[in-house]
């Protein structure tokens, strides 16, 4: 069984550490790495959709980037307990008409043993914006900058 530290329970700091590293895994766009913090069977409620496992995982996230171009994502932490995390997200993308939106969400994560998350259940709400409005413009291949500013310091 594949370990991904850090494992519950979480401490403060392991879940916000927890936190940053599914944003960058996410950042990267590339579904399998981000497959690879999940557990094999792994449930998902993503909107109205609903995921089960790993190669759906894989399924969803690349029809996900290939509609939501242009993808940047923050995440930070709302609560914690056991070997369970509550976050709140914005990202930001465009679809091929260059239509930009800002995407809200919250989600509440259970993990396994190993740190593999087995439970994540998102709520998204979507918002038209112009692209003079982003706030996201770090280097798209690029994790977010350390000295970018989170939701709390953009005012979301």
């Known amino acids: 069984m594949t370990s991904r530290p850090p494992l519950p329970p979480f401490t403060r700091e392991t879940a916000i550490q927890k936190v940053r590293m599914a944003e960058d895994a996410w950042n990267s766009r590339d579904p399998e790495r981000v497959s690879l913090g999940y557990t094999i069977d792994s449930k998902w409620r993503n909107r109205a959709e609903f995921v089960n496992g790993r ?11 290939a509609r939501e171009l242009d993808y940047r994502l923050i995440k930070e932490i709302w609560a914690h307990d056991g070997n369970r995390i509550a976050v709140r997200f914005a990202y930001e993308w465009h679809d091929d008409s260059r239509n930009w939106f800002r995407s809200y969400g919250n989600e509440n994560w259970e993990f396994d043993e190993n740190g593999l998350m087995r439970f994540r259940h998102a709520c998204i709400n979507d918002l038209p914006i112009k692209e003079s409005d982003r706030k996201y413009r770090w280097d798209a291949s690029a994790p977010r900058p350390a000295d970018h500013p989170g939701l709390t310091e953009l005012g979301f």
Not at 55 to 65: D, P, T, Y
């Open 55 to 65: 190669a759906e995982i894989v399924q969803f996230l690349q029809r996900k980037w």
